[in-house]
């Protein structure tokens, strides 16, 4: 049997419901040997309390948790999720809790006897420091990330835009995407078309299993909360799961294509190919998108 990959897990989660999906799977993929989770951008206290609520539910507090750099309006940002917290005190968790999340991430690629993989899901305030502090952790680690948009935006066949991960911290991701780090992305072109219905969706949304409803819940309010949710049902189908695909490039490329293409950040926020840039890997196009779907159904419900 392979040995498990090492990894980090970097995420915003708490606004979009995709994070809490892609923590589930990460949970759930028995390639993976997760190090430490850090929650990222803006409110990070409330972030790190999302991610400790459902550790415990998992049964994970082996798990440590970093809380990143606390980043704009944190004080009084409310995520769009935080009924679900509201009772929680992360002081309660059993588990280890880091308060500098950037310095957990170095000391953890430090001290790993085998090369880490990152795995960023948000903007990258605390990803970018952690490489301040240490720019050499990038000869023991590899990036993998949600976030850019090459050939396609948000809607398939629409023009390339600045892709919100890469567009609220954009120096930051500038500086990453800089780096040494040897990089794989999932743009828009590929996570933007992942979405669950029909019985697949079912399947979730009917589980029992203490995980997905929690998981369900925070579904519902984040169609009720987020400002910038529309005409969105909860009961009938996901919202887009852009991050489930980062979760799926940290353990496998089968399923979808890649091209190594020279990236420039902008300072509108674009992922511009453009011959200055850095070589990235990029997953432009699936190979088989209804197989990823089934994987991810399959993954999130334990089986």
Not at 122 to 127: H, K, R, S
Request: hydrophobic share 40%; glycine share 8%.
């Amino acid at each position: 049997m392979n040995e498990k990959i090492p990894v980090i897990l970097d995420t915003d989660i708490g606004d979009d419901i995709d994070d809490t999906w892609a923590l589930i799977m990460m949970l759930r993929s028995p390639e993976l040997d997760i190090r430490l989770i850090v929650g990222s951008s803006g409110p990070t206290q409330a972030r790190a309390e999302y991610i400790a609520k459902i550790l415990e539910l998992a049964g994970r507090t082996d798990i440590p948790i970093g809380i990143g750099p606390m980043q704009g309006d944190a004080g009084t940002h409310r995520t769009s999720q935080a009924r679900w917290i509201d009772d929680y005190d992360l002081s309660g968790y059993r588990g280890v809790v880091h308060a500098d999340g950037a310095r957990a991430i170095v000391e953890t690629i430090r001290q790993s006897e085998r090369p880490v993989t990152l795995v960023a899901i948000g903007p990258l305030p605390t990803v970018a420091e952690a490489l301040r502090l240490d720019p050499s952790i990038t000869s023991n680690s590899r990036f993998v990330g949600m976030h850019g948009s090459i050939y396609e935006g948000y809607a398939a066949g629409s023009p390339p835009c600045p892709e919100t991960n890469v567009r609220v911290c954009t120096a930051d991701c500038q500086h990453v995407f800089s780096s040494d780090w040897q990089m794989t992305i999932t743009p828009l072109d590929t996570c933007g078309r992942v979405v669950l219905s029909g019985d697949q969706y079912g399947q979730i949304l009917n589980s029992d299993d203490p995980l997905l409803m929690a998981l369900m819940l925070n579904n519902r309010y984040y169609a009720a909360d987020a400002p910038w949710v529309k005409s969105y049902d909860p009961d009938k189908r996901s919202s887009t799961l852009f991050d489930t695909v980062a979760i799926y490039l940290a353990f496998s490329e089968e399923l979808l294509e890649i091209e190594e293409l020279p990236i420039v950040v902008t300072e509108d926020g674009f992922t511009r190919v453009d011959q200055s840039g850095k070589m990235i890997r990029c997953a432009t196009r699936w190979r088989d998108l209804p197989a990823f779907r089934e994987l991810l159904v399959n993954r999130l419900l334990g089986r």
